[in-house]
């Protein structure tokens, strides 16, 4: 897809890391972006800087989805790109002792389901909705390219570590249904892809404290630092503009595998 002034986009958690890289990223292609995320003041911020427009977005939240899209449409027409980048995670084990007094405690439902509702279900949910919108558009190109989508998983998706039952499930499922819906779409010409990020730089991992950040920067193989956000959102905009570019999964991780903790 080649990426200009008449091509717009949606990109969710677009207020700060690895989206806000993405967004700017398009933004500087000439793309018109529309930024959906919940924290309101920082994602202005961030629309206003690359002359796009924000919509607060619960994407757990079917209404908020629907009147997110309605409101990026109006400001910048149907969008041919999604990248989805909302995602939260939780540190659980399934089931553990306490040190203290032996008080053996479960992995409570609600908060096992509160990572899947976000990450797996809150992607589907908008990449089902933008997909029904990019089919109303005319095709870019001869090979009858519509748009394309990217989402983010995370390497925890194959190789989680402990108390993170929830959060690999989650990603594991945003790889699981790549190649699925990408096979739906086919026929449409909407292409879909996933990233799976290793350890990046980004404001959730700031709050560490600087010992951690250096240890983990010295368990990457190479390069020995964490992943910058825009070395993520060039490997989206790959994905974007490389036509042949469909129902991949890929790592971009510095070659880790992340040990049992």
């Not at 018109?32 to 757990?60: P, S």
């Not at 027409?77 to 995670?89: D, H, P, S």
């Not at 560490?208 to 959102?233: H, I, N, T």
Request: one cysteine or more.
């Amino acid at each position: 897809m080649e990426l200009n002034e008449n091509i717009s986009a949606v990109v969710t958690g677009g207020a700060s890391g690895l989206g806000e890289a993405t967004a700017r990223l398009l933004a500087s292609k000439g793309v018109k972006v529309a930024i959906f995320d919940l924290q309101e003041g920082k994602g202005t911020e961030v629309a206003n800087d690359i002359g796009g427009t924000f919509c607060e977005v619960n994407v757990t939240d079917e209404a908020s989805v629907d009147a997110g899209f309605e409101k990026a449409r109006e400001a910048n027409g149907q969008e041919r790109i999604l990248v989805n980048c909302a995602g939260t995670g939780n540190a659980i084990k399934t089931a553990s002792r306490d040190k203290q007094t032996g008080e053996i405690k479960s992995f409570p439902l609600e908060a096992f389901n509160f990572i899947i509702q976000i990450n797996l279900v809150g992607t589907f949910r908008c990449i089902a909705k933008s997909a029904a919108g990019m089919m109303t558009l005319d095709p870019l190109s001869d090979d009858g390219d519509r748009g394309a989508i990217v989402n983010t998983a995370s390497v925890a998706a194959e190789d989680g570590q402990m108390g993170q039952a929830a959060y690999s499930a989650s990603k594991g499922g945003v790889v699981g249904m790549t190649l699925p819906i990408a096979r739906d779409l086919m026929r449409e010409g909407i292409r879909v892809n996933t990233i799976l990020p290793g350890i990046f730089d980004t404001p959730l991992m700031n709050a560490a404290p600087p010992q951690v950040k250096e240890a983990l920067a010295a368990s990457v193989p190479f390069p020995k630092r964490l992943g910058k956000a825009e070395e993520y959102a060039h490997l989206a905009l790959t994905m974007i503009e490389n036509g042949y570019f469909n129902g991949e999964d890929v790592r971009l991780d510095g070659a880790i595998r992340m040990a049992p903790r």
